[in-house]
């Protein structure tokens, strides 16, 4: 089985955990967990990956039954014995040889020799803001969330994030010192 996208990895996660979910069900938990945030989830990438999960055969749709105001009747989606055994080995190979990186960034560093250093300071130094606001978000997400009372696997989803961010800002802190010191150093 090929591999899946982002998007279906996520949604096959939120279905077996639902046992049965609608798209509201499921756009509902994103929103909840900030996977918009970090994910690149669009709604409408949402539902084309419910048709491809579907397709595929790892999950199987059906009408709920239970139809609320003037709208259609809602469809629900429940993961199939092999959308759970694609799941298991989409996990294990995630939580084994993913590694994320913030490739244009990479390529900026990779780029310092071609802007002042003062100008690369200032740039370090955006992306430190750029980062503690995001580490804002996320923290104020969490906690209304209800922190460290959520379950495990979801409390990481936060925890994750907010670890990698102090890194990052610890990594720029350190380049922008060296920086400084170089200055210093030639002046």
Partial sequence: MNQLSNVEFMLLQIIAECDQASGYDINKLINQRGYRDWADIGTTSIYAGLKKLNKKGLIESEDSGEKSGKGPMPIRFVITEVGMTTLRNEVIVGLSSSRE??????????????????????????????????????????????????????????????????????????????????????V
């Fill in 101 to 186: 990186r913030d490739k244009r960034f990479d390529l900026g560093l990779a780029a310092l020799p071609f802007i002042d250093k003062d100008e690369a300071i200032e740039a370090l130094r955006k992306r430190l803001d750029f980062l503690g606001e995001a580490l804002e978000r996320i923290k104020q997400k969490y906690e209304s969330q209800g922190n460290i009372r959520l379950p495990l696997y979801v409390k990481v989803l936060f925890l994750h994030p907010m670890s990698l961010i102090e890194s990052e800002q610890a990594f720029v802190l350190k380049l922008i010192n060296e920086l400084l010191r170089e200055t210093r150093d030639h």
